[in-house]
């Protein structure tokens, strides 16, 4: 892999971005509005965004980036933009990479954000650090990422990227411990919860929102990290040139 290469990728995806409004509002307004929409929702119960409000969070940042990043990296197969790329000197891990970074970019935007417009606008009570509640919400998101350019890897149209939701997406919302705690749930769907890394996302901003510190916090979000990590080496080394 080559530093300058993938810079150059990643600036590349940055400029598409910018001629995109609508792709730079879905992932930068989104996740706000539908922090505010859930707020909102149960603004006449006391509590309830506050126990919520937090794994929320992590799940909707998640989502947008995923879908975001899956179907923008196809477009790039499909259009035969990656097949150009690929006779020059770029490799798969510069793209891969470069990807990652300027998605990464566009994450923490969207984190700063989102958390930003939770705690000030629509009032949920934190009790850690505000800065390590962004950070998890910037981790959840480049986890999003990794794992939709690794969908897109595999997926041949649009609707096939969108169609890994229910694989790779929507049990993790179910099994997460978002509608309720993990270990409430039967052994085995407990036990299957452990190898998915939006459950220890919603671990770690659920020790933020309570005011945990230290490995109680840190131990879940590197789970996190080694999965984005691990996803974003799977991806570069399944990516295919071009689709069928």
Same mark, same amino acid.
């Given at each position: 892999? *080559? ?5 150059? !990728?990643? $600036? ?15 992932? =930068? ?7 505010? #929409? ?8 006391? $509590? ?27 477009? @790039?197969?499909?259009?035969?933009? =990656? @097949? ?6 770029? $490799? ?7 990807? /990652? ?22 009032? =949920?009570?934190?009790? $850690? @650090? #505000? ?26 149209? @649009? ?17 997460? /411990? ?25 671990? !770690?901003? *659920?020790?933020?929102?309570? /005011? ?19 996803? =974003? ?12």
């Amino acid at each position: 892999m *080559n530093g300058v290469r993938t810079f150059a !990728t990643a $600036g590349r995806v940055l400029r598409q971005l910018s001629h995109d409004p609508r792709s730079i509002a879905l992932m =930068l307004v989104a996740p706000s509005l539908l922090v505010g #929409l859930f707020a909102w929702l149960f603004s006449d119960q006391e $509590g309830v965004f506050d126990q919520f409000g937090g794994p929320i969070l992590a799940l909707f940042p998640f989502i947008v980036m995923f879908l975001i990043t899956s179907i923008t990296t196809l477009r @790039e197969r499909r259009s035969g933009t =990656l @097949e150009r790329l690929m006779t020059t000197s770029i $490799g798969k891990a510069d793209f891969i990479v470069g990807y /990652g970074l300027a998605f990464g970019l566009m994450a923490t935007l969207q984190a700063v954000i989102t958390v930003t417009f939770a705690v000030w606008v629509c009032d =949920l009570q934190v009790d $850690g @650090e #505000l800065w390590q509640l962004g950070l998890v919400a910037v981790v959840d998101a480049i986890l999003g990422t990794a794992l939709g350019l690794l969908a897109s890897a595999f997926a041949r149209t @649009e609707f096939q990227a969108v169609q890994f939701m229910p694989i790779l997406v929507f049990p993790q919302i179910i099994l997460g /411990g978002l509608f309720m705690p993990r270990e409430d749930m039967p052994e085995a769907l407990y036990q299957f919860s452990k190898i998915l890394p939006l459950s220890y996302a919603i671990d !770690t901003i *659920n020790a933020v929102t309570a /005011g945990d510190e230290g490995w109680d916090v840190f131990g879940p979000l590197l789970v996190v990290v080694a999965f984005a990590v691990g996803s =974003l080496i799977l991806a570069s080394l399944t990516l295919r040139r071009r689709t069928p």
